[in-house]
């Protein structure tokens, strides 16, 4: 843990989504290593109370709403009044579905994307160009094991993350002749509000727990675990502690197919994240 704490002592790592589940833990387990924070969701109550646990630490709160683009221009230009760049983005913030698609209205899907998969195309744009001038940065996006396979019930969490997967590829191949590096973090299981303010068909959030509730990992414990692969600047990062979960994923990188659909009609865990 040594090597990685040195890596993070005093780079900005900028987290959406931090106000619970995986960006609270990011958050903590970045803390940790030493990092200079800036944490953004939309309740500015809950980031306050996820700074005061972070003692000791230099944290800058930015409440926000990532799927106005104006909010990212004030923030980014926040930041750098008081930081003067951004080392590390971390795109976090993101809703989920608790519905079939026949239920789910257009709005909802639509609503869905915006907040997982165009407001983080719009984040990266915004701190890019400072990253390349630096010719330095690290570029995170929070995916999902729903960004490798189809589940019911999740179809637009699943286009977003599958979109996010591919955009994050392309970027990848885009950036590493400007030395930024580009990650993804595959997730399933991990304790956070999830599946509660997933969205239902109608739009209103689920508020409900899923049977993967019951063994998910602690959002600090997997925040960890990120922190130090992150450190070594791995492109895909897979936090998946539920041995069915990643059975599943076996299956698709293994296939065959028909094996791995059924797998996957099976699962039915819309607590994925």
Known sequence: MVKSMQSYRNKVVWITGASSGVG????????????ILVLSARRAVELERVRKKLTGARVLVLPMDVTHA?????????????YERVDMLVCNAGIGQHA???ETTIDTYRRILELDLFAVIAHIKAV???????AAGHIVVTSSVAGKIGIPGLSGYCAAKHAVQGFCDSLR?????HGID????????????????????????FGGETPMDEVALPAIEAGRILVRELARRRPEIHVVPDRRAKMVVLM???RPQSVFRRMAALARLPGWK
């Open 173 to 177: 191949a885009e950036e590493a002749e």
């Open 252 to 254: 698709q990188r293994l």
């Open 100 to 102: 079939g698609v026949a």
């Open 70 to 82: 104006d909010d990212i221009r004030r923030g980014l230009r926040t930041v750098e009044q008081h």
């Open 128 to 134: 890019l160009p400072g990253m390349r001038e630096r």
């Open 24 to 35: 609270e833990g990011l958050a903590e387990a970045f803390a940790e290593a030493g990092a």
């Open 182 to 205: 580009v990650s993804t973090l595959i997730l399933a299981g991990i304790s956070s509000r999830f599946s509660q303010s997933s969205l239902t068909g109608d739009g209103r959030a």
